[in-house]
């Protein structure tokens, strides 16, 4: 193998993939990243098993090949190298990778790409089309609240579901539930339904460009696997054997106070909770109270405190309907929540102190509407 390439592009590249590097594992080849040439262009790939990443940048190639590199020391490297250049050759007797740029020159001992795991080859020819911009969206606003407690596995997912022309991802960890529906670019033949792991998908919210106006998804049959494509860029994940609790059981299907906020007070409100809530059990107490008619708004007080730390309360300006209400929730989850939430306002969604709450955003556009989030009270204490 010798090759040419930018700096820049393969720093990219390498910045790309090495996040599906695997950490610790009695295979020493998944510590490295595949290097090949591919059809005039060269191919980085990495994997765990669980989660694959493969980036194909520009490059001049003279003569073709392929090695696995030890991923840190390669991306160490070449993002510390000053020239614009790198050229690449491999003596494929030693497996030695030699990289040369400016007055750099390195040799760097790889693994016989024959030992890395096959990356899946697939057919996007009936595969899904959306609009990246709209998918990273959907990502950010549920992916968060998915499960880290690996006790139940299938809680550590999102759940996909496509029908015909909408698609909806649904994430729960047993005390908050996001679900966001958008619309593919056309119909799918098929009704899909998979879980598909969180940080997969976190993955592909980071990798993928603005630029990028659409992504390919597949999922493949019996190979309990997703594939999602970009122009330059394609994601495999292991799906999460089985099955999603019925989210819609948990949605309230009415309420008995409805809160309007302005998004910005509110997560301000919560941030500063925060700070006191922390050190105690995360629990912010919102005091919320209607008006005296139009000249009398209704307000709603946020405060967190800890014995360690002090007290800090809020109150926000808020149009409400309905009795007023005390109730606790996780401020944490609050604020996570109300990241995400791109309207100027929020509805806040309660009916009494042990029920849960729904928020929505509040006059956002076809498809940004379709997002609703189910968080869990807490005990108020004394």
Not at 260 to 289: D, P, V, W, Y
Request: with cysteine; aromatic share 4%; hydrophobic share 45%.
């Amino acid at each position: 193998m010798k090759v040419t390439v930018l700096q820049e592009n393969l720093a990219r590249g390498l910045s790309v993939v090495s996040r599906a590097v695997s950490p610790r594992s009695t295979l020493p080849v998944l510590a490295n990243i595949l290097v090949a040439t591919d059809e005039g262009r060269l191919r980085l790939s990495a994997t765990n098993l669980e989660l694959g990443i493969t980036c194909w940048i520009g490059a001049k190639i003279q003569d073709e090949g392929s090695t696995t590199v030890p991923a840190r020391t390669f991306s160490d490297l070449v993002g510390a190298l000053n020239d614009k250049q790198v050229d690449m050759s491999l003596t494929v007797r030693t497996q030695t990778l030699n990289l040369k740029s400016g007055a750099s020159n390195t040799d760097l001992k790889c693994i016989d790409a024959q030992e890395f795991p096959p990356m899946p080859v697939v057919d996007f020819s009936q595969s899904l089309e959306i609009n990246v911009v709209d998918f990273k969206e959907m990502i950010q606003q549920v992916v968060f609240a998915a499960s880290t407690d690996d006790a139940r596995p299938i809680l550590t997912g999102v759940l996909m579901t496509v029908n015909e022309d909408q698609i909806t991802l649904a994430a729960a960890d047993g005390f908050r539930l996001s679900v966001r529906k958008g619309r593919l670019s056309s119909p799918a033949a098929r009704k899909l339904s998979a879980v598909i792991p969180a940080r997969a998908l976190s993955e592909l919210a980071r990798i993928a460009g603005d630029g990028d106006k659409t992504l390919k998804m597949a999922i493949p049959s019996g190979r309990g696997q997703v594939v999602f494509r970009l122009s330059d860029v394609e994601l495999v994940s292991q799906l999460i054997e089985g099955t999603f609790p019925d989210f819609e059981q948990i949605i309230p299907r009415r309420c008995e106070t409805r809160t309007i906020l302005a998004t910005a007070a509110f997560l301000k409100a919560c941030k500063q909770a925060e700070i006191f809530a922390r050190e105690g059990s995360h629990i912010a107490r919102l005091n919320i109270t209607p008006g005296g008619g139009e000249l009398r708004p209704g307000s709603v007080e946020i405060s967190g405190q800890s014995e360690e730390t002090g007290f800090n309360q809020n109150v926000v300006e808020a149009s409400i309907e309905g009795p007023a209400l005390l109730i606790a929730f996780n401020v944490r989850f609050l604020r996570e929540v109300l990241d995400v939430i791109k309207t100027p306002n929020v509805v806040l969604e309660t009916s009494a102190e042990t029920l849960p709450g729904v928020l929505r955003p509040v006059g956002a556009p076809d498809g940004q509407a379709d997002f609703l989030h189910v968080i869990m009270p807490m005990h108020l204490g004394s």
